[in-house]
């Protein structure tokens, strides 16, 4: 494994160093913010070993050898926060599905069932040409999301 070296400036130990005494942040940044504390190569004085910041810290040293190699690669701020996520989901669900997964819901459940299963409606609505492919989890989180319960009838 490549080693890398962790030299830090005054304004970055100043900032590492404010990030682990006060405030209110993410625990892996605080983690990742001791990591580079205790790696830091000073003039003078004797840094800390990666075993012995693995044994402090109880983190594994190929977290500390990431945590540095981000550092002396790309910087402060991504060897704390780690890469931006930009990872975009696309929803299978508009309005108009929501819609009619909801009528489909209300309606009579299929002859030889007393009520509709998140399967069937979501095979259903495969069946009835709404979308290509659905899964119940989906038809679930819809449900669910507008507060239609199937749990409890009501009589009358």
Same mark, same amino acid.
């Given at each position: ?30 983690? $990742?913010?001791?990591? *580079?504390?205790?790696? $830091? ?23 500390? #050898? ?9 910087? *402060?701020?991504?060897?704390? $926060? ?7 989901? *696309? ?9 009619? *997964? ?20 979501? #095979? ?7 979308? #290509? ?24």
């Amino acid at each position: 494994m490549e080693k890398y070296k962790v030299t830090l400036h005054e304004d970055e130990l100043s900032q590492l160093t404010e990030i682990v005494n006060k405030g209110s942040h993410k625990s892996q940044k605080v983690l $990742n913010a001791l990591i *580079l504390l205790n790696s $830091n190569e000073k003039e003078g004085e004797i840094k800390s070993t990666n075993a012995e910041i693995s044994k402090i810290l109880h983190v594994s040293m190929r977290k500390i #050898d990431r945590v540095k190699q981000r550092f002396v690669e790309e910087g *402060l701020e991504i060897a704390l $926060n780690g890469h931006p996520k930009n990872r975009e989901y *696309l929803r299978k669900i508009d309005g108009d599905l929501e819609a009619h *997964l909801l009528a489909l819901s209300c309606s009579k459940a299929p002859e030889g069932f007393a009520r509709w299963s998140l399967r069937m409606l979501a #095979d259903k609505a495969v069946e009835l040409e709404y979308v #290509d492919s659905l899964s119940y989890e989906t038809v679930r989180r819809t449900l669910k999301k507008t507060k239609l319960s199937h749990g409890k009838q009501k009589d009358g």
